[in-house]
């Protein structure tokens, strides 16, 4: 079965730290890549996304993640985090054959140690 | 330009009565989404309109949940007899069809459900 699968739930980091969420798809064919963020009380907001080419993608508020096909992960990472980056991260997929609905991971909860 | 409106922004009902839920989706997206997110856990997918058709219910999780969309914009997500599994948020995205960004979706701030 199609799934994403993030197999962090809970991560926490020290301000200034760097940071790696891991996320690894299950697909016979290449996906689309995207991470969201949603911070406490707000909706989700798209920190970056892969379709095809150069596989690090670069995202909005210092984030990256680089798509490895063989080991069918898109892991997103920023070399410092700060602390307003404390919210809840999901990675998702959609297929390219479709684009009728994307397929969340359970999100991985980011606290941030002062 | 104005962003993915929904309301209520809060519904507190009762059990066995039926509740709506509203989506106002971005201008000129033509594919719009409902996902369910309960309490700690991720998004599920319920439903997914391209214009006023829906080609993708496989998510909505029982006859008791519908959903439809009128003049290509709004779009109401009914449930009937609500269970109290059914409290949760409810998010509404949409996006546009148009060139490299057709899969992004924009979301709305949800309408957090709590079913007493």
């Known amino acids: 079965a199609q799934s994403v699968t993030q197999p962090d739930i809970h991560i926490t980091v020290s301000e200034g730290a760097s940071l790696e969420l891991r996320c690894n798809y299950s697909?016979?064919?290449?996906?689309?890549l995207f991470w969201y963020v949603q911070s406490p009380g707000q909706g989700l907001q798209l920190l970056l996304k892969?379709?095809?080419?150069?596989?690090l993608v670069q995202g909005i508020k210092g984030f990256e993640a680089e798509f490895k096909r063989s080991q069918s992960s898109f892991n997103l990472r920023k070399p410092s985090v700060h602390w307003s980056d404390a919210a809840e991260y999901f990675c998702?997929?959609?297929?390219?054959?479709?684009?009728?609905?994307?397929?969340f991971g359970s999100g991985t909860r980011l606290s941030i140690r002062p | 330009g104005a962003g993915v409106s929904q309301s209520p922004s809060n519904k507190v009902t009762e059990k066995g009565k039926d509740v709506e839920l509203r989506c106002d989706p971005i201008?000129?997206?033509?594919?719009l989404y409902w996902y369910r997110q309960r309490l700690g856990q991720g998004l599920e997918f319920l439903i997914y309109?391209?214009?006023?058709?829906?080609?993708?219910k496989s998510g909505l999780p029982s006859d008791r949940f519908s959903a439809e969309r009128t003049g290509e914009s709004v779009s109401t997500l009914t449930i009937q007899r609500t269970q109290q599994e059914d409290s949760a948020v409810y998010l509404c995205?949409?996006?546009?069809?148009?060139?490299?960004?057709?899969?992004?979706?924009?979301f709305g701030p949800g309408t957090r459900l709590t079913v007493t």
């Open positions: 892969y379709f095809s080419g150069d596989t």
């Open positions: 998702a997929v959609v297929l390219y054959s479709s684009a009728s609905k994307i397929i």
């Open positions: 697909y016979g064919a290449t996906p689309y």
């Open positions: 309109f391209q214009g006023n058709s829906a080609p993708d």
């Open positions: 995205a949409s996006s546009s069809r148009k060139g490299g960004s057709s899969y992004e979706q924009y």
């Open positions: 201008s000129g997206h033509t594919a």
